[in-house]
Every structure is written in C-alpha cells, then in structure tokens.
C-alpha cells in the first residue's frame, strides 16, 4: 500500500507518493503561496495530493492515506494545528478543511516529528527502539520516538526540544521564553558564536573577522566552509555549540533514555566535527556516568524529503488502524 506525504515548508510544499519501504516513486514541488494566505496552502497542498493519487503507479497498490507535516504545534488527534509561526493558522481545523474536498483518510504532524519518524523507520534510527533527534537548521526541531511509537504527549504538542530551557534567565527566544536550547544549539547560535570568537580577535578569530569585514557580515556558507577548511576559529564556535547541545544530550538522557542520538539538518552536515564536542560534553555531564549505558551520536541519514517520507508513513500507520 502507498501513501502520500506533503511537508509545508517556509519557501516551498514537497510531496511524494511513498511506498511500504519509505521508497519515493512520484514526487512534486510547488512555491509556498506567500502573502499568509491560509487558502491558497490549502488549495495548494489539495491540488498535490490529488494530482499525486493520479500519478501514482499502478503496480505499488491502492494510494490508502495522505499525512501532510507542518511546523508549529498539532493536536494529538492529528487534525488541528493550534499555532504555526509563519503561516497564520490558530486553532485550524485543517484535517477537516482537506477531508471535505479529499477522499483519502488524512492526518496532520508535526514537521519535525514526521522527520523524526522516517529517521526512525528508514534511517539512522532502523535498529533502535528509542531514538532522539535534534534537526540543527536556523532553529533547532525534536523528535522523540520512545518504545518503538512516536511521542506526541497528551496534548499533542510533546517533543519540542528546541524549547527546552538550559539556562535559566539566558538568551531571550522567539516562543517568548529565556535560554531555550534553540539559542545555544541552532544554526543562528552558531552564526553568532562565530561573531564572538571574530570580536575577540587575534590568531583564532582573524579569518572569521577578516570575512566579515569583506563581506559586511558572516553568514553559514562562510562559517561552513571555514570548518570544512580546518579554520581554528570556527571550529571553537561549533565546539561551543556541540558543548551546549551534549549538556541538553545528557539531560535527555534523563527522562528518556533513548539508545540513540541523531542530529539532523545543515548544520549536522558539519559530521564528526559536531559530533565529538557534543559526545564529550555528555558524558561530562551525565548523571552516574560510567553507570549508564552510552548512547550512539549519529547524522540523520535521511538528508532530503524525511518530512515527506514521515509523514506518509504516520498517515499509513494510521490508516492502517482504522
Ligand atoms: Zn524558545
């Protein structure tokens, strides 16, 4: 049985029909309707999925579930989105929206999540029964999978990671709290990391701080290709980020236990270099260390399209219980 999956991004909407193997066998792409125009994304996300069910291969079987995957917070019945920061959508009852014009069963995720998923099912996270994963784009997205299932919580909105406070009274962050890991461990945090270690100058900051007068400002392009040059500098800002990112490691490993670390988004493209500081700061900080069973740091594997791939599959898992 196929399924389809859509994810909803800021700049563009991905979907694909997915097979049993998380294989992509039809996939397409639109622009995101700009302007905060709720209609059209739903138009646009329809016309996809329906277009989807036409091209989908005959030989892999009925197309039984679409799951669409948006950011922002969804409720546990997987219907409603409460809140999505860059579309206006509260409380959006956008299951029923799409179920009126669409004869498939549909469920709604979490973009994160719907990653997370396909990690677990079809990626890094295969052989494990309990996995965490942290996406480190410009903020930072969680995904909990605890016993095998998705973690959800009771209202649906579990597993926001990148919310999860590490320093009390630190950095104001855009959900309107302090000292969020998304302001120590994301791409922005790093951006600003490498600003800092280019203030302080002398030999270690000099080729960050001779970019940005050049170019007026450091963006990721420079700070990555700077690490992937060995640049002392820039591999002090990463160090720093996988250093905080390790410490909220060691404090998940508390309440979750997981067997498995994955760390997904552009920033994990950074591999080993992330990895180490962050392994290291992990096991300085964790709770009985020496007592407790180490973890596996990985990268996602699942570079491209995991959101479609997921939320297909949660759209299939679901259906399948029906
Ligand atoms: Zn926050």
Known sequence: MQAIGIDIGGTKIAGGVVTELGEIVAERRVPTPTGNDSQAIVDAVVAMIDELQQVAPTSGGDVIAAGVAAPGFIDAAQSTVYYTPNIPWRNEPLRARLTEKLDLDIT?????????????????????????????????GG?????????????????????MRIVPGGLECGCGARGCIEQYGSGRALLRMAGEVAD??????????????????????????????????????????????????ASLSVILDPQLFVFGGGVAQAGELLLK??????????????????????????????????????ARTHAAKL
């Open 200 to 249: 302080r100058g002398g030999a270690t900051g000099k080729a960050l701080g001779d970019i940005r007068v050049k170019n007026g400002e450091l963006t990721g392009h420079d700070v990555a290709g700077l690490m992937a040059a060995g640049d002392p500098g820039a591999l002090e800002a990463l160090a720093e980020l996988g250093t905080w990112l390790g410490q909220a490691c």
């Open 143 to 163: 995904a909990i999978v605890t016993e095998d299932r998705l973690f959800r919580g009771g209202f649906g909105t579990g597993g926001e990671l990148g919310h």
């Open 277 to 314: 500081p962050v392994r290291d700061a992990y096991l300085e900080h964790l709770p009985a260390r020496g007592f407790h069973p180490e973890p596996d740091f990985v990268i996602a594997e699942l570079v491209n399209d995991a959101g479609v791939v997921g939320a297909a599959d949660l």
């Open 108 to 140: 709604i995720d979490n973009d994160a999540n719907a990653a997370g998923w396909a990690e677990f099912r079809f990626g890094a996270g295969r052989l494990v029964s309990d996995m965490t994963m942290l996406t480190i784009g410009t903020g930072v």
